[in-house]
């Protein structure tokens, strides 16, 4: 029987880690991953603290290029998958042709860059490769910069540029910021620790143009503000990259829709990560990718293995601020129970319904996330909510 041949469109956090799970789980056949960067796969999380000098580049990386060929695995970088037919094959930017019998689309998303009258202005883009942060870090000090998006993306973005000396503004639509992670009152805490580092934060404020001659020179808001930029961040959403799955004729709705084993419309084609939608549900957080990438490996390995969506915690990657959110924070029966530290800019918040933990929100602190988040995943009934919030184990 010939060797199977696996093709995995993308070489990114979500195809790494599929990539260490078919290692791990001993899957026989020929692998191909393309990514249309250079170099191997890297930690898109460590990004900022990249931006801000807190670690090196090639701690970046999550394998060596030595690894690949340990593992047998080809990696053609620099390259783009342009065309697929569902049959067997792929061709890329630079004129390969690659057979497959299987193959898994890894993609990942595209940020959602405003609209410019000069779309190829290069201080005008998102934060979320090497070549941003290249950029970025180029970028002479004391500069204006002006980060749209108030969500874990635009707040990691700002952090870093702050670091570096910028001047930032962050321009958030919403009421306050992480509104989709935190209440008001919470968020709170989280708007003053980025005023006092020194960054300027702009609430229910929108770009409304850009002024750009064609060289960047500043924004105005639907406020009527007017603010100078000598860089514009877009860090107010994503969209998956379904372009090449369309274009192969798959089922695609916001994201590539696959079932339980990730599968596609097509049996022999795959996908995982942002790229993806499940259950009418797309995912922008690693660890739902990387729970996708064990099952999916299983199911290339002959298992029968089921994907499922579990809840997890949101976590703020910034040196030297720690913000956790996870479950249900607006349900609007739940009862909210509070340990504020203004001091410390320390906050803790549990919302407990039907004498159950429902969610929890912390800046500032992340003590005791690990046994608020278990006694959400178990369902444990508890009876004594403040001894909870202090991290003391009080189950009914």
Same mark, same amino acid.
């Given at each position: 029987?010939?060797?199977?041949?696996?093709?995995?469109?993308?070489?990114?956090?979500?195809?790494?880690?599929?990539?260490?799970?078919?290692?791990?789980?001993?899957?026989?056949?020929?692998i191909t991953v393309v990514g249309d960067e250079p170099g191997v796969g890297y930690n898109r999380i460590q990004l900022t603290p990249w931006l801000a000098d807190e670690v090196d580049e090639p701690d970046l990386d999550l394998v060596d290029r030595a690894w690949y060929d340990r593992s047998?695995?080809?990696?053609?970088?620099? =390259?783009?998958?342009?065309?697929? =037919?569902?049959?067997?094959?792929?061709?890329?930017?630079?004129?390969? +042709?690659?057979?497959?019998d299987r193959c898994v689309?890894?993609?990942?998303?595209?940020?959602?860059?405003?609209?410019?009258?000069?779309?190829?202005?290069?201080?005008?883009?998102?934060?979320?490769?090497?070549?941003?942060? &290249? $950029?970025l870090k180029d970028l002479p000090t004391g500069r204006?910069?002006?980060?749209?998006?108030?969500?874990?993306?635009?707040?990691?973005?700002? $952090?870093g540029l702050r670091q570096r000396g910028q001047n930032v503004t962050l321009v958030h639509r919403n009421r306050h910021l992480m509104n989709r992670q935190l209440s008001a009152a919470t968020a709170r805490y989280l708007e003053n620790a980025f005023r006092d580092a020194g960054i300027a934060v702009r609430l229910q404020a929108s770009l409304q143009s850009i002024q750009a001659e064609p060289v960047l020179r500043g924004v105005t808001l639907d406020t009527g503000e007017h603010l100078a930029a000598d860089a514009l961040i877009a860090a107010a959403g994503i969209?998956?990259?379904?372009?090449?799955?369309?274009?192969?004729?798959?089922?695609?709705?916001?994201?590539?829709?696959? =079932? &339980? &084993?990730?599968? +596609?419309? &097509?049996?022999?084609?795959?996908?995982?990560?942002?790229c993806a939608e499940f259950q009418g549900?797309?995912?922008?957080?690693?660890?739902?990718?990387?729970?996708?990438?064990?099952?999916?490996?299983?199911?290339?390995?002959?298992? +029968?293995?089921?994907?499922?969506?579990?809840?997890?915690?949101?976590?703020l990657k910034i040196s030297g601020l720690d913000v956790v959110s996870m479950g249900d924070i607006a349900h609007p029966d739940a009862r909210q129970i509070t340990l504020d530290n203004p001091r410390?800019?320390?906050?803790?918040?549990?919302?407990?319904?039907?004498d159950r933990l429902i969610?929890?929100?912390?800046?500032?602190?992340?003590?005791?996330a690990d046994i608020y988040q278990d006694l959400i995943d178990r369902d444990t009934p508890i009876h004594d909510a403040r001894s909870v919030l202090l991290g003391q184990a009080a189950a009914a």
């Open positions: 029987m010939a060797t199977e041949r696996l093709l995995i469109i993308g070489n990114g956090m979500a195809a790494t880690r599929l990539l260490q799970e078919l290692v791990s789980q001993g899957y026989a056949g020929r047998g695995i080809e990696l053609i970088s620099a =390259d783009a998958v342009i065309e697929l =037919d569902p049959t067997g094959f792929a061709r890329t930017a630079s004129g390969r +042709t690659l057979p497959f689309f890894a993609t990942g998303a595209l940020p959602r860059l405003p609209d410019c009258p000069y779309p190829e202005q290069p201080a005008i883009r998102a934060f979320r490769s090497k070549t941003d942060g &290249h $950029w204006d910069v002006v980060v749209i998006g108030g969500g874990l993306l635009g707040l990691e973005a700002a $952090w969209r998956p990259n379904t372009d090449l799955a369309r274009q192969a004729g798959l089922t695609v709705e916001r994201g590539i829709v696959v =079932d &339980h &084993h990730l599968r +596609t419309s &097509h049996p022999r084609l795959f996908a995982l990560g942002e549900r797309t995912f922008g957080l690693v660890n739902p990718a990387y729970q996708q990438a064990r099952i999916l490996a299983g199911v290339l390995c002959g298992q +029968t293995r089921f994907y499922a969506v579990a809840e997890e915690s949101t976590r410390q800019r320390q906050c803790r918040r549990l919302h407990v319904l039907n969610g929890f929100e912390m800046v500032g602190t992340v003590d005791h």
